[in-house]
């Protein structure tokens, strides 16, 4: 699957079949589910959940708690929109 094609699953009822806990919390969010994709993700350990996360409360609203989540990530909030944040993590994790 590509970029395009996971964007087009948005018009789906439900994310695409054996993907990655990352790609179906990036899934939720692009389709409005803040809350679920928050969900998946919330518990998690690990670098890649962080940087999900960290992105999560960057389109919250939450500068603070989105800034903990990219140091945990061991990174920083990329510059550009928050559209192209969520088109670099999904093309990422479908990598």
Known sequence: ?????????????????NMSVYLDSLWYEGKGNWKK??????????AEAARVHAYLHRVEGDRANADYWYRRAGTTMPPGTQEEEWELLVSQFLK
């Open 37 to 46: 994709a928050h969900d998946l993700v919330d518990d998690l350990p690990g």
């Open 1 to 17: 699957m590509d970029l395009n094609k996971f964007k087009q699953s948005l018009q789906e009822a439900h994310p695409p079949k």
